[in-house]
């Protein structure tokens, strides 16, 4: 059975830098689409960025164009979400998700395996 676990969530300060990990186990993300979405308290989940199985095609919300940038390490079975610029908007729970089909997308619904999450905190 698929697990995944986020980690490098923390606080910031606006204009810093953050590197989230997602870390599977029990089984390859190789053939996984992987989504990292956020959710701020008081707001719904929102995806994020994510990255296919298929050609590691990538897509990023405007929310974070640009200053984002997700991608897999195989060897390691770990996708990392490289988050830059980060603003207070920012500050929210991040979460890493699979979609089986390996083709990814923005919605949840798309997504079977969550990790617990990791929170960012973007204060000065």
């Known amino acids: 059975q698929l697990m995944l676990v986020e980690s490098g969530g923390g606080l910031v300060q606006p204009g810093g830098s953050l590197r989230l990990s997602c870390v599977g186990s029990?089984?390859?993300?190789?053939?996984?689409?992987i989504g990292w979405f956020r959710q701020a308290p008081g707001q719904e989940r929102e995806g994020v960025s994510f990255?296919?199985?298929?050609?590691?095609?990538?897509q990023n919300a405007d929310s974070v164009l640009g200053r984002f940038t997700i991608s897999r390490d195989y060897a390691k079975n770990t996708v990392y979400l490289q988050m830059n610029s980060l603003k207070s908007e920012d500050t929210a729970v991040y979460y890493c998700?699979?979609?089986?089909?390996?083709?990814?997308?923005?919605?949840?619904?798309?997504?079977?395996?969550w990790g617990q999450g990791t929170l960012v905190t973007v204060s000065s």
């Open positions: 998700a699979a979609d089986h089909s390996g083709i990814g997308g923005f919605w949840a619904s798309e997504y079977a395996v």
């Open positions: 029990g089984y390859s993300l190789d053939t996984y689409a």
């Open positions: 990255i296919s199985s298929t050609d590691d095609k990538t």
